[in-house]
């Protein structure tokens, strides 16, 4: 089982959809959760980080289910410049950086 | 905005010849990384400093790769011979402590071994 796990892509959505990616991690002892945002051929930027109490950045709002050891992030009123790959990333105890393999979203007009 | 440096953006070579890739964090940030991305999958860590010393390079293949950042600044990672299956991109990234709250990644070094 990997430690970082994501839902399968791609993601197919027009504009305006309401869309949710989950990410479940292996660890228990995880510190700190991120969602990291990676268009084609580029880098991955941070997206946002995920806390307990849950938070929210205009249309994204990203949860931590600390019991069920998942993360998750949701995209409402999509545009087609959300379309990239959206990284899940863990950090466990003793500073260790975990990325998902990632989930590709396609918004379509 | 400051940003975090890498050369070459692009290399091609011949398996079995060494390669090697630079990288400069943005100026502060005590911790890079090095991680490999390959085509349809997340970043995967190489190995991790804190100022000039290594801090995990649990899944760096020592066999060919390695890794220094001899003053705490810049970083070179070189692959010695280059095979196949290291045809990836390689990024860097900082941040400025081990906190990692957040990690500023480089545009990377596309690398293709032919």
């Known amino acids: 089982r990997k430690e970082v796990e994501q839902d399968p892509g791609p993601f197919n959505v027009p504009e305006g959809a309401t869309v949710a990616f989950n990410c479940t991690y292996s660890?228990?002892?995880?510190?700190?959760f991120f969602w990291y945002r990676q268009d084609c051929r580029k880098e991955p930027k941070l997206l946002m980080s995920?806390?307990?109490s849950g938070n929210e950045d205009g249309r994204f709002t990203a949860q931590l289910n600390r019991a069920s050891q998942y993360i998750s992030l949701l995209i409402r009123d999509s545009k087609l410049s959300d379309s990239a790959t959206y990284l899940c990333?863990?950090?466990?105890?003793?500073?260790?950086?975990?990325f998902g393999a990632g989930t590709r979203l396609f918004v379509k007009a | 905005e400051a940003e975090v440096a890498q050369s070459p953006r692009y290399k091609i070579t011949e398996k079995s010849q060494a390669v090697a890739f630079w990288c400069d964090p943005i100026s502060g940030h005590a911790t890079l990384y090095w991680y490999r991305q390959i085509l349809g999958q997340g970043p995967e860590l190489l190995v991790q400093f804190q100022d000039e010393s290594v801090v995990d390079d649990s899944q760096l293949p020592k066999d060919r790769f390695s890794a220094e950042r001899l003053k705490g600044v810049d970083s070179t990672l070189k692959i010695q011979p280059a095979e196949l299956g290291d045809s990836a991109m390689y990024l860097c990234?900082?941040?400025?402590?081990?906190?990692?709250?957040?990690?500023?990644f480089g545009p990377g070094t596309r690398l293709l071994v032919l």
């Open positions: 995920v806390y307990s």
């Open positions: 990333v863990v950090h466990t105890g003793g500073f260790k950086t975990i």
């Open positions: 990234a900082s941040s400025p402590d081990r906190s990692q709250e957040t990690q500023y």
């Open positions: 660890n228990s002892a995880s510190q700190s």
